[in-house]
């Protein structure tokens, strides 16, 4: 069965400052991985996703990620945190079949002024 | 107009009633998800649907039920809410053709007392 782990359930960053939100996922075929956005009282919306084209993926506002399958890993970075970004990031995969996507627990990021 | 639309957006509830959540589309998907989010825990699939013939049980479908009434209405039922019901309640949408990307509408917070 897929699963998504996320290192950190809090993360706290200070303005200007590189930001690191970790994904770690299982999947025993190559997947489809998303990062989803949700900030404060609203629904989650797409950041990025990766579909088996380039390991590196670009998303909005600024954030990227990268897609290690040797580290089953799809870890999410932004080089420069402004105070926009404080919000839960969720982690998510899927196998490709249509069926269903996994989510991962969520981080909640802080930005620190 | 947003594409995924949820009522009500908060309910407060007692023990034992009968509580209907309601989701509308416009993005014409054939794919409706019930998910319900709980701090720590991500976001759990309660139930699924492929068209409106199609229904699928989730990981927590127990003390749920669901409703496909077209495409683009599904709505989630609680016949006798609880208070461990009390929860975050996303309705989404999603298109083969974009790779599982799902679209969430705005969430309903529903406390049961």
């Known amino acids: 069965a897929q699963s998504v782990t996320q290192l950190g359930s809090h993360v706290s960053v200070s303005e200007g400052a590189l930001v690191l939100l970790r994904c770690n996922y299982s999947s025993s075929v190559p997947p489809y991985l998303f990062w989803y956005v949700q900030y404060p009282n609203q629904g989650l919306q797409l950041l990025l996703k990766y579909t088996s084209a380039a390991t590196l993926v670009k998303g909005i506002n600024g954030f990227e990620a990268e897609f290690k399958k040797s580290e089953t890993s799809f870890h999410l970075t932004k080089p420069s945190a402004h105070m926009s970004d404080a919000a839960e990031y969720f982690c998510?995969?899927?196998?490709?079949?249509?069926?269903?996507?996994?989510f991962g627990p969520g981080t909640s990021l802080s930005v620190i002024p | 107009d947003a594409d995924v639309t949820q009522t009500p957006r908060n309910r407060i509830t007692k023990t034992g009633k009968r509580i209907m959540l309601e989701c509308s589309q416009t993005?014409?998907?054939?794919?409706m998800y019930w998910y319900r989010q709980d701090p720590g825990l991500g976001l759990r699939l309660i139930y699924y649907s492929f068209d409106v013939k199609d229904i699928n049980k989730g990981e927590i479908s127990d003390g749920y039920s669901v409703s496909r009434q077209a495409q683009a209405k599904f709505s989630l039922s609680l016949e006798s809410a609880i208070p461990n019901q009390t929860a975050l309640y996303f309705c989404?949408?999603?298109?083969?053709?974009?790779?599982?990307?799902?679209?969430f509408g705005p969430g309903t917070r529903l406390t049961v007392l």
């Open positions: 998510a995969v899927s196998d490709g079949s249509y069926d269903k996507v996994i």
């Open positions: 993005k014409g998907h054939d794919r």
């Open positions: 989404a949408t999603s298109d083969p053709a974009s790779s599982d990307t799902q679209y």
